[in-house]
Structure formats: C-alpha cells, structure tokens
C-alpha cells in the first residue's frame, strides 16, 4: 500500500527511518515550509533562512536520487501552515492512505503524531530515529533504579558500546574525561583559523528574500548568510575543523576572545541538529584523526563526549522527563528577561559580545552560552521559562529536545540536580581568567564595591545567599557555604543591596 512520507525539516538525511521504511516506485516523500514551525517561538531569521534553504537542497536532491516529492514552498496559495493540514492535502493529492515519519524531536510534535494515529481515517507509521547512538527507551533502561542521572557513567556504557576510544574494555589513554586538560585561557599567540563560510546560491537567495518580507520581525541578522545547506556543504565544514581546529579544541574549548565567536569550536551543531551531518561522522572523522596522530587525545575525547556524551545524554533525559520537566521551576526564579538579551545594548561587556554575536550569527559556543549568558540567568533569577524560549529562538542548532535540558538543567538548575550535580554558578573571576572581555569593560572584576564592581561579582554571592536553604546541603558547595560563613553582616547586607539595585535596574518595567 503506497504511503506518504513525512520528513521534518529536521529530518534532512538520506538514510532518515522514514526513507528507508518507504519505497520509491509507490511513495511519495512530503517536505512543506510552515509557519508554525518558523513561528511558534519566532525563530532567528538565519535560522529560518538556514532550514528552508537546506530543505529546498535535500528535496531537490531527493528527486534526483529517484523519489517523488511533494514540496509546498512557505508562500503557496493553498499552505495551512500546519503539519495537520499539509499530510491531509498531500494524502487526498496523491490518493494515498497512510503515513509513514520519523520519531520526531519534539514532544509536541510527537503528541501530534499520535493524535494522527487514533484516528482511523489518517493511520500513521512512526520509525524510530535511527540517527543517535541510544534510543529513548534504552536510555531509559539504563535510568532505571539509579538514584542520580549523571552524564559521565552514560557517557562511559555508550564507550563500551561503540567501541570508541577504548582498547581491551578500557579507555585509551588510561581516563575517561580529559577535560581537567581542556581549560586554557585564550592564548593571543596561537593563531585561529577562519570559520568555514559558503556563498549563497540561487536557492537560498531566494529563501533569504523570503524570510525578509514574511519573517520581518524576527530576531536576528538575516545576512551576512553563511551556513552550509547541503550535505556535501556540511561535510567540508568538518573536514576543515578536523583538519585546521580540532588539535587546539580541547585545550581551548573554554576559552573566549573578543571578535573570534567561533574560536577552535566544530560549528556543525546547525548541521548536527538537522540531519545533514550524522553523529556517527563527526564521531568517526574525529577518531580517525587520534588514529592518524593528527590530533592530541585531550582534544579528541573532550569533542567525542560533546556528542556521544552530552548530546546523547540530554535527548535521553529529554524523553524519559517530559512533559513535566518543561515546568520545573526549583529555585522559584519569576525575573522577566532583560531588554539587553534581545538588544544587546548592556555595559557589561561579555554580554554585549556573546549577545552581539548571537545576533549575527545565530550562534555562540558553549561556554558563552553556559558561563556568559546561562551563568547571568541563574544569578539574576531570570524565569526559566523565559530564558528557555530566548534560548530556543535565537540558536540556529536549538530545538527543544536538546535546548531544554540543557538551559532548565545546566543552565538554571530548574531541576533541582536531576542533570547537573550541582548549579554552574560563578562570579567575575571565571570570565576575567577566560576570556578578554573584562579589559574591555566599564566594571572591573578586581573591584567588590562600588560603581565600577562587576555585577558577577556580588550576584554571585547574593545568589547563594537567596537560594542557602535549597544549596547548602549541596556536598560540591559545601567549601563556597564555609567562605560564606565567614563574612560579616554588613558586608553581606551591602552584597544584597547592591543587587538589588541592579536587578531593579535591568528589570523590564
């Protein structure tokens, strides 16, 4: 019985369950453009630019390989704009009865598909994800009974699963995790090789015109655009980084330099995300170079547990928590975000540049993410409701099933510990030691008091001060709590104060 296909615009691999599961002779494969999908938060308009235009590439490369396709551009008379809408009038197009899609990466797409499946008019086949290492349901075999769920032990089955890095059972190297050898400040002398960049072709020139008429006021710079949109495209983006970036990664995966947002970093998580790379290449191109001596084991390692450590933990979590996991709120944080998250107009600096250049580029690394912007979140007591949808609209590599894990869990310990062992909570030093930002800066890290003190500084302390009856029993906090104990009332009171202040200051009105 020929069926449609349903392929998500996150979905963009030859080898996607869905496609493997169909036929070409009898199927047809559907891709449309939504508005929904571009607009339930509103998306970056790079990112949107970037999706659309790889999805026009993969149907067009899809047709050449054989398949009927069925692709209903965003400005079709005809488009409801709706998953829902598009598979019926595709079904009715071509007379076909059923549906056949991938496991999706959301779960309100996923509660979509099942209302599809109970109805008898509209049956649906839905594949499982073939593209990660550990399926939801063997993450949550392995969840079972424990009474913490941390990334190091998953991380460590799924070595012993795959083979990767290890030799006779055990860990190349002799450790699991260098990443005690990947915390290096910029060093100025070590040179950074140039991002890799594509000119646009007459596809995305006009996805680009469109995302500018119909998405207008969406966040975000729509040009310079960059992005890889093909997988051959994709495929050349990780080439280079193993070839020109991936010996310095690890030493320097921490590390921040004013004007450098990609610094020794992969940038292939746009990629990743959507299907035009697979976990399984990156994972083995990064192997073959350790094999080949052409990168240091620290750097390896510190990339391999990005992906088949961090990336397929979060989905597992993902999947084993929700729906409940997107309403946790542990620390009880309500503060609306600062009109600075979406302007970047701030004098402190390192926000300005890690905001900046989210701006530009859909994008910031890890670290600005986590101790830049999540670490100012958490301080400030931003509502993680909030930060999880600024999160979600302005990366071009965020969809729900890793964003949320990370921003409620990581981020703004919203959970209460179940992904992190403790909140990723500091003060200015960490950024004055990792970065370039402070020179640059109206507040100083070295000054505690004062108009010219950073504001990381005191809300570190007025963080741990406001949360003392969740925290303090926190065995890794157990050394900051005794440094707490040790200051006076007065200078705990001016702590308090000075925030404060500055809460009520950058607090939307």
Request: charged letters at 25%; hydrophobic letters at 40%; proline letters at 4%.
């Amino acid at each position: 019985m020929s069926a449609l296909i349903l392929i998500m615009g996150d979905q963009l691999s030859f080898d996607i369950a869905a496609l493997k599961a169909g036929s070409k002779e009898t199927d047809v494969v559907l891709l449309a453009e939504l508005r929904d999908e571009a607009s339930y938060v509103q998306h970056h308009k790079k990112k949107i630019a970037f999706l659309f235009s790889a999805m026009r590439h993969f149907a067009k490369a899809l047709s050449e390989a054989g398949w009927k396709v069925d692709y209903v551009k965003l400005d079709d008379k005809n488009n409801t704009h709706h998953f829902t809408g598009e598979a019926e009038r595709a079904l009715s197009r071509h007379q076909l009865s059923r549906v056949i899609t991938t496991h999706p990466s959301e779960y309100r797409v996923l509660q979509m598909l099942k209302d599809w499946q109970s109805r008898a008019d509209f049956p649906v086949e839905i594949q499982d994800d073939n593209r990660f290492y550990c399926s939801p349901e063997e993450f949550a075999v392995w969840a079972e009974g424990r009474k913490q769920l941390r990334m190091e032990f998953f991380y460590r089955e799924l070595r012993r699963k795959t083979g990767i890095l290890m030799q006779d059972d055990k860990p190349i190297g002799g450790q699991w995790n260098y990443d005690s050898d990947n915390r290096k400040p910029p060093d100025s002398s070590v040179p950074i090789p140039a991002a890799t960049h594509f000119e646009i072709d007459d596809i995305t020139a006009e996805v680009c015109k469109l995302v500018e008429i119909e998405f207008a006021h969406h966040y975000g710079d729509l040009e310079p655009f960059f992005f890889a949109v093909t997988h051959a495209q994709a495929e050349q983006v990780l080439n280079q980084f193993i070839a020109e970036r991936l010996a310095h990664f690890g030493t320097y995966q921490d590390a921040m330099r004013t004007g450098e947002p990609f610094m020794f970093h992969s940038h292939i998580g746009f990629y990743l995300n959507c299907g035009l790379l697979s976990p399984m290449q990156a994972v083995d191109a990064a192997h073959e170079a350790y094999n080949k001596g052409l990168a240091p084991l620290n750097s390896v390692e510190g990339f391999i547990r990005q992906i088949l450590g961090w990336r397929e933990f979060v989905r597992g979590l993902y999947w084993l928590k929700m729906p409940e996991y997107k309403a946790l709120n542990f620390l009880q944080a309500e503060r609306d975000l600062p009109e600075f998250f979406w302007t970047s107009q701030t004098d402190m600096n390192c926000l300005h540049q890690c905001f900046s250049e989210t701006q530009r580029h859909a994008y910031a690394h890890h670290i600005q993410r986590l101790m830049v912007i999540g670490n100012f979140s958490l301080l400030a007591g931003l509502s993680p409701e909030a930060v999880s949808h600024w999160y979600l609209c302005v990366y071009a590599d965020a969809y729900e099933w890793v964003e949320l894990p990370n921003v409620s869990g990581m981020v703004l310990f919203a959970d209460g510990g179940i992904l992190a062992s403790k909140p990723y909570a500091a003060g200015s030093a960490y950024i004055d030691r990792m970065s370039d930002y402070c020179s640059g800066c109206k507040y100083s890290p070295k000054e505690k008091n004062g108009d010219r003190a950073c504001p990381f500084g005191y809300l570190y302390w007025d963080f741990l001060g406001r949360h003392e009856d969740k925290l303090r029993t926190n065995p890794r906090l157990g050394m900051i709590y005794r440094s707490w104990d040790k200051m006076s009332d007065e200078k705990k009171q001016q702590i308090t104060t000075q925030s404060r202040a500055f809460l009520e200051k950058i607090t939307p009105s």
